[in-house]
T-cell receptor
Framework: NAGVTQTPKFQVLKTGQSMTLQCAQD?????MYWYRQDPGMGLRLIYYSASEGTTDKGEVPNGYNVSRLNKREFSLRLESAAPSQTSVYFCASALIWIESQYFGPGTRLLVL | AQTVTQSQPEMSVQEAETVTLSCTYD???????LFWYKQPPSRQMILVIRQEAYKQQNATENRFSVNFQKAAKSFSLKISDSQLGDAAMYFC?????????FGTGTSLTVIP
């Protein structure tokens, strides 16, 4: 039981490049979330998926897209990376929305 | 808008002593959930404790307990018998609906 896994762990991009951050959970959770963490700002919700087949915007969705590929996987895509997207990205999952969230180890992204 | 405030950027405690981390939040909701997460240097977010707003009894998990004051919108975390492994960043979080809001964190140092 690996919990929530994220790939890659670290990535460097040039401005304008695209990439997809992958997240998978093996806990049969229904809800999944993407956050970014910036120094001094705590975590901010980018997008979430309350259940398979649905996605919704969070607090800071601009510049991102998501795909809930199936119940296990929830990916985050940066179509045209910008330096302002330099951050640590966390994926999380929960059985249902009222339950506690379980976080992955994070992906550190640097956009030059 | 919902906000979560952690007014103590840094705290320190002697090993085996007790420390209290503060958190206040702003909301117009009556049904919500509150959480404390721990983030060690590995960056992974670990759930410490959670509190349902409708419950009057304060949550407790081993050495961790909360003081939930609903009218004052206060949700502090008490760590008893502090251990070196408790050193980490602690985040207070608020959840209502499918939205999650985090505070900016308190860095806890445990002094041997």
């Amino acid at each position: 039981n690996a919990g929530v896994t994220q790939t890659p762990k670290f990535q460097v991009l040039k401005t304008g490049q695209s990439m997809t951050l992958q997240c998978a959970q093996d806990m049969n959770h229904n809800s999944m979330y993407w956050y970014r963490q910036d120094p001094g700002m705590g975590l901010r919700l980018i997008y979430y998926s309350a259940s398979e087949g649905t996605t919704d915007k969070g607090e800071v969705p601009n510049g991102y897209n998501v795909s809930r590929l199936n119940k296990r996987e929830f990916s985050l895509r940066l179509e045209s990376a910008a330096p302002s997207q330099t951050s640590v990205y966390f994926c999380a999952s929960a059985l249902i929305w009222i339950e506690s969230q379980y976080f992955g180890p994070g992906t550190r992204l640097l956009v030059l | 808008a919902q906000t979560v405030t952690q007014s103590q950027p840094e705290m320190s405690v002697q090993e085996a002593e007790t420390v209290t981390l503060s958190c206040t939040y702003d909301t117009s909701e009556s049904d919500y959930y509150l959480f404390w997460y721990k983030q060690p240097p590995s960056r992974q977010m670990i759930l410490v404790i959670r509190q349902e707003a409708y419950k009057q009894q304060n949550a407790t998990e081993n050495r961790f307990s909360v003081n939930f004051q609903k009218a004052a919108k206060s949700f502090s975390l008490k760590i008893s018998d502090s251990q070196l492994g408790d050193a980490a960043m602690y985040f207070c979080a608020y959840k209502a609906g499918n939205q999650f809001y985090f505070g900016t964190g308190t860095s806890l140092t445990v002094i041997p």
